[in-house]
């Protein structure tokens, strides 16, 4: 008797074990630390050097001291400059703090799933006793899925996850406050958690303008997972609607004329591009499939895309695109009217469909972006996929074990394996991330025939002392792009290294001719000049790039430095006399 009692005890324990919320959080870190164990050393890179380390925002707190101060971006870049402050340049700090949120953001996707089966909706769902396992599974795969390495190992995409955390506790404070109303005697502790999303809700605004979208998604929260009264809803959600205007007054300034601003709107949605916002729109039809693809098939994932521009929208892959991605979205809309008396759970499947598109729409519309496609893109929208994706297969499994125990078994150890292999490609993916030369190698061979990973992979052979190599590809670049400033800026530099000082001087001058404005430019064409003996020449470019430049300490040091020497020179003159 007492073998078969140990027996039965050991039988019951093993699956509550696995259900256990503390053994969840644990293996959602545990997954995460491993798949992300070798990103803590990574380097600055590409845009971190410009946003991070090359901006005199970041490295003074007291600009923060000013609420306008990066407006849209206010919150994302306080963090750069608290980093900065701890750190200064030391990457290990900022990749602590990119990975803490990335865990934060699993455990709130965790958190969401949990609290969704608990709403009026979900709690009589025949999947309700199986939501810890998708509540696992979900944020399981959004952590160790390597398409997150941009949005994570990337330190200056912290923007993209930092707002996705705030945009996920909104949710949560509001989906709490909601659930705190059924309670009898709860109206302080509801007009807390109303309050807690609400200010979630402006910190998101404030981060990043992809959390436009947050108030659409808790008025789709509202209305799929809760009941009540049409007025009762707007009153609910009326406060947060008037965060949706944080992020346009942001943009155009609330300080103009109603006219300016309105003749600002255009220009405002308009990010450093030429394509037309038709041309934009067809083009994201693809890459909304492309993102699709790389969450099913994580491979060749690249940091730049060499990615075509669409210009039909009867472009037959442009017309398939839209006709795959239409027949998701009627999907959605059909699971949610068709079965939401008779099986509850195809709710939360339509929410997640309905989440992916919504918070792709302020990136993938029609404000046309001069980058078509960044995987840090997928990084909030992805959480809806995870959502639906796993829902639909507990879904299965749980009817298969009964129809088909052996079947039904195989599930969830399936799962398990699934996000095994995931935390494996992430590991390799973010050994690209080792350092510029490994990332760039890496862009080039994907990319080969856009210049601006050529350029960058020059750079990173000039630092290495590889100057021939570096020469091969600033020419590569310039013969893919001919208008290429940046590229004779550094193919200049490298000659000068090389101690051809006059075929250095002629590229700054060409880079001049393209782009007036460039700083780096005129600061090398002075120090070229300054090689040479020309101080007056010297002083003429580093004026400029000051002028251009004024925060630049670089610019300031040799400005003052060719003053020095032509001050000795003109002593010299007048004692010789």
Known sequence: MKNRKS??????????????????????????????????????QFDDLREILGNHIVKNLKYFINLSTHSTRYIGYFTFALNYALHGTNVAGYHIFN?????????????????????????????????????????????????????????????????TLFYLFSIISYSKARLSLQ???????????????????????????????????????????????????????????????????????ISKPLGDIIGDVSEVTRLHTNISRWDYLFTQFRVINTYIRLIFLPINQNLIYDYPIYHSFFDLRVFLSFLFLLSILILGIYLFYRYRKTAPHTAIISFGIFWFFITLSVESSIIPISDVIYEHRIYLPSIGFFI?????????????????P?????????????????????????????????????????????????NNLGIAYDKKGLVDKAIEQYQMALKLNPGFAEAYVNLGIAYESLGSVDKAIEHFQTAIELKPESAKAHNNLGIAYKKTGLIDKAIEHFQMAVKLNPNNSLFLNNLAKAYEMKNKADKSKRNSK
């Open 388 to 404: 639906a994706f796993v829902t639909f297969i507990i879904g299965i499994r749980n009817r298969l074990k009964t129809v088909m």
């Open 406 to 454: 052996v079947i039904g078994r195989t599930i969830i150890p399936m799962l398990i394996v699934i996000a095994i292999i995931l935390s494996g490609r992430t590991i390799h993916r973010n050994t690209i991330w080792k350092d510029e030369m490994t990332l760039w190698s890496d862009v080039v061979k994907k990319s080969p025939n856009k210049a601006g990973p050529r």
């Open 99 to 163: 990975f803490a949120i990335h865990i934060a953001n699993a455990l709130l996707l965790y958190w969401l799933i949990v609290l969704s089966f608990r709403t009026p909706v979900l709690k009589e769902s025949s999947l309700k006793d199986s939501s810890k396992l998708i509540a696992l599974f979900s944020a399981l795969f959004f952590a160790c899925h390597p398409v997150q390495t941009q949005a994570v190992t990337y330190i200056v995409q912290r923007l993209a996850s930092l707002a």
């Open 7 to 44: 027996k039965s005890l050991t039988t019951k324990t093993k699956p509550r074990l696995f259900y256990n919320p503390i053994i969840h959080i644990l293996l959602v870190v545990t997954f995460s630390l491993i798949a992300y164990s070798n990103t803590f050393h990574v380097p600055f």
């Open 183 to 253: 309670e009898v005697q709860s109206k302080t502790k509801s007009l807390l958690w109303f309050i807690l999303s609400f200010c979630s809700a402006v910190l998101a605004m404030k981060t990043k303008e992809i959390s436009f979208t947050l108030p659409v998604v808790i008025i789709l929260y509202e209305f799929v997972f809760f009941k009540a009264k049409f007025k009762r809803r707007i009153l609910y959600i009326s406060t947060l609607l008037l965060t949706m205007l944080i992020i346009p007054l942001s943009l155009i300034g």
